[in-house]
């Protein structure tokens, strides 16, 4: 459905100025893996993430090793003792999920943490893909990496390399007007 949406507003968008737009694509993807602060956050994200990860882990596994202790020595258990020692697992459990939500969920502690550490560089991203658009007079700018799905594409309207250049990260043994 935003496919349809978004091929209709640029349908419009070019019958509407009554001439053709020029337009290029780029790889963000391709981008943000040749940016070494982007490596470097996404490296301090997985680390961050092991850690929790590891927690939530240990947690569940007492969840469960209580759960086979219980299931051992229900035989010998009162009714009210049973209620008891299942409403303590049940409670462990809850909170071992509830912490993991807390870290994991939406708008969890590792999605705050990727908002920090990754949106300067996606921001630093998109400002270098404005400059690159302005200076080569694009009107419009697809993202190859994103939801659009580009089934064919001229090289020469790959940008992907300019917006590299205008990071300072561009390959100096390639020249960018040689690719294109």
């Known amino acids: 459905m935003r496919k349809i949406l978004f091929f209709i507003i640029l349908t419009l968008f070019i019958i509407q100025s009554g001439h053709a737009q020029k337009f290029g694509y780029v790889d963000t993807e391709y981008i943000l893996s040749k940016m070494p602060e982007y490596k470097k956050a996404q490296d301090e994200l997985d ?53 993991q939500k807390k870290i994991f969920g939406f708008e969890g502690l590792i999605f705050l943490k990727k908002q920090e550490l990754v949106k300067p560089v996606q921001d630093k991203v998109f400002e270098a893909i404005e400059k690159v658009a302005k200076t080569k007079q694009l ?23 300019y917006v590299l250049e205008e990071l300072g990260l561009g390959d100096p043994k390639d020249t960018v007007d040689n690719k294109k």
């Open 47 to 99: 680390q961050i993430s092991e850690k929790y990860q590891k927690e939530v882990h240990d947690m569940l596994d007492e969840v469960e090793k209580a759960r086979k202790a219980y299931q051992v020595e229900e035989v010998l258990l009162t009714d009210e003792l049973k209620k008891e020692k299942q409403d303590t697992i049940a409670a462990r459990e809850k909170r071992a999920r509830a912490y």
């Open 139 to 161: 009107q419009i700018v697809f993202d190859k990496s994103g939801d659009l799905v580009i089934l064919y594409s001229d090289l020469r309207h790959d940008y992907s390399d």
